[in-house]
């Protein structure tokens, strides 16, 4: 990530050097808190746990919905399983767009019931 301040050419330095090492350098012009991929992560994993929480639809059927519509190989939940429910359970409460309804769903019958995602062998769903 680049301020203002930094030389363009040492950030396109860091950017090659990144990229030699093995890793997939993304670059950012600016500060942005969350990069680029939890800015386009937590809106969708918010709106799906809003679905769900808010009684709208099943998981598996928002799940099913976005996979059919995007081609991706997971579904919010099937991610939110990987990363693990007590992650975003804290982004909920302490973040500065977390929903406490969405929150309360999410402890009352997920956390409290030590369904904490794939780590756990159980979130969303059932793993073995």
Do not use: C
């Not at 302490?94 to 969405?102: A, L, Q, R």
């Amino acid at each position: 990530m680049g301020t203002p301040e930094t030389d363009p050419a040492v950030f396109d330095q860091i950017v090659r050097f990144a990229g030699d090492i093995g890793m997939v350098p993304i670059p950012i012009h600016k500060e942005k808190a969350g990069y680029v991929l939890n800015t386009l992560l937590v809106p969708l994993l918010n709106a799906a746990m809003g679905l769900a929480g808010g009684g709208y639809a099943e998981v598996e059927d928002i799940d099913w919905t976005w996979r059919i519509a995007t081609g991706a190989p997971m579904g919010p939940f099937q991610i939110l399983d990987m990363i693990g429910l007590t992650t975003p359970y804290n982004i909920l409460t302490h973040g500065p767009s977390g929903d406490p309804k969405i929150a309360a769903w999410l402890k009352e019958n997920y956390i409290d019931k030590g369904k904490l995602g794939v780590a756990t062998g159980e979130g969303f769903y059932k793993y073995a």
